[in-house]
């Protein structure tokens, strides 16, 4: 134990030492040590949870994105299959090859009747007509506001020169015609509002199979529009219908629409082609699939007028069907997290600095104590062991605890003897 001298000597360097400031170099130097090690493991944790946060929003967003694009690919599958069979119903009817036979008979009014309540009941259609070999129209209904009307027979028009007749006239007994999506033209003009169409074609044959005539249904695909539009409201998808040269038909910015119907429009520019150049490549070799690029993510399906139980034709139209969440919208989806992340770490690195500043400025004033008290222990030392008498240190208890040399002399016992041996055995 020590001695009463020892204890207020240790009690001296520790009061010196509190009034003694450290210098802030050591202990800014001292702080930094001891917190580089808390950083690290905070750093490493935040780290792991921001990116685990991350991945799991893109890949959730993968998923909802593949989903939603197939989602969409079938309900624009069914659209076109409902389109053929109901052509193919109408081709069916008999009366078209009596009314081709006999275009001002009773015949002709009857099918005109049928015509004017499938068009008023399906209300996708904005004209039916049939046409005889030389493109003149033999009938022809129109769809109004309130229902669906016969088209008078003074105001039949020659659609000899229209496109969608002359391809249409290639055709074979039995195949289905489907022109390109675009937009309806009436003298030479765009029509106002925009009315995107689809124009679908099947010959008319009589009992001998031979082509007699032409049946067009004028689709209004303001309807498939629509249904993508509300498709992107119900999952929250970005979706973009493009036809096969790369163009939109249908995107989230409508000023990007249809610009190859404008005859003063540069068409190598405001395409998505241009837009994703390296998705679009991979768009031309690969039926659906799904892309992730610096772009965002990308989910694609090919739509094809051409179903694997029909016959080939020259006239099969294709559209893709792209749903994508763009890089920024990702980032959006990733923000909060890296907001949290930020935030822990406002609050957790200044906490670091404090819990350790606080603990090596407690730490370096006890190292300076010790210090002190050691250097103090020293000078005491060599003082007793200069004076000329014999000098002993006892506890309380009587046993020894420090003796000079001298003593060491006088008694005839080392130091080391006779520690924490009770004096009065020693001298008696």
Known sequence: METPGLTHLRNIAIDETVSTPIPRTLLLRKTLLLALPFLAIFGIAIVSYFNQ?????????????????????????????????????????PLLVKVMNNPGGSDAQRLSEQWIVFSAQKRIYDQLRLLDLQ???????????????????????????????????????GEIYLSPLDLNVENNRIEQPLKPMLRIG?????????????????????????EIDIHDVLTDSQSHLINQNGYYLRCPSRDREWLFMYLHHNLHKGKFSEDYPDVWRHIQHVRHDQLITDQGIFNYHWLSSQ??????????????????????????????????????????????????????????????AFERLHSIEANQHLILESVGEGILGIDARGELTFANSRAEYLIGYQQSEMLGRSLHNLIH
């Open 53 to 93: 946060q991350a991945s799991a929003v893109e890949e959730h967003a993968r998923k909802m994105n593949e989903l939603a694009n197939h989602d969409l690919y079938l309900t624009l599958q069914q659209i076109l299959r409902n389109i053929k069979g109901d052509i193919r119903l109408l081709a069916s009817n």
């Open 135 to 173: 493109g003149r129209e033999v009938l022809r209904i129109n769809l109004n506001t309130d229902g669906a009307s016969l088209v008078p027979q003074q105001h039949l028009q020659d659609k000899s020169d229209r496109y969608y007749f002359k391809e249409a006239m290639t055709l074979l007994p």
């Open 202 to 226: 099947l010959p008319v044959t009589n009992d001998k199979g031979n082509k007699i005539g032409l049946l067009i249904l004028n689709y209004l695909a303001l309807n498939i529009m629509n």
């Open 307 to 368: 179903e694997a139980s029909d016959s080939p034709n020259p006239f099969t139209r294709q559209l893709v069907i792209v749903s994508m969440v763009n890089a920024a919208r990702l980032a959006y989806m990733i923000a909060p997290y890296r907001n949290t992340a930020w935030g822990l770490s406002l609050i957790a690195i200044p906490t670091i600095f404090i819990f350790t500043g606080v603990a090596s400025h407690f730490r370096l004033r006890e190292i300076h």
